[in-house]
């Protein structure tokens, strides 16, 4: 009983370890922390299944990885070409435990996703400049009226 009691420790240990390495390697390539929910037709007001994530630019995509997560590629990726920043609100009560601290909510649509995005200012200011940061020629930033 001891033995499998000390397996199960042993596992645990790894997957946490495994985790923070994952986690620090995406912050160390360019990413910074985003609290991502999906948007769905059937609750689009609800407050529920935000998802901790780090975010990174790649070139003409916003790509989004989960934190509690084994896999290696994007749970999420939105292409700038179609974003669509639709509202900006601040956390509500109930999402400011799940949100990074004094955040702010975007909701955005790519054609595809339509999907809020919880970030720091900081993190806001970056992603509104890659946004607009479009090069000459290609396409442009839109805001939804």
Known sequence: MAEILGVVLLLGALLIGWLAVRRLRLIRIGGVDVALRRVRAAAPDSTRNWNLGVARYKGDE????RVISLGRRANMVLSRRELEIVDRRKPGPTEEYVVPADSTVLRCRDGQHTVELAMTPDVLTGFLAWL?????GRYSFRQAS
Request: without cysteine.
């Open 62 to 65: 916003f790509v989004w990885f």
């Open 132 to 136: 607009e940061a479009t090069p000459p």
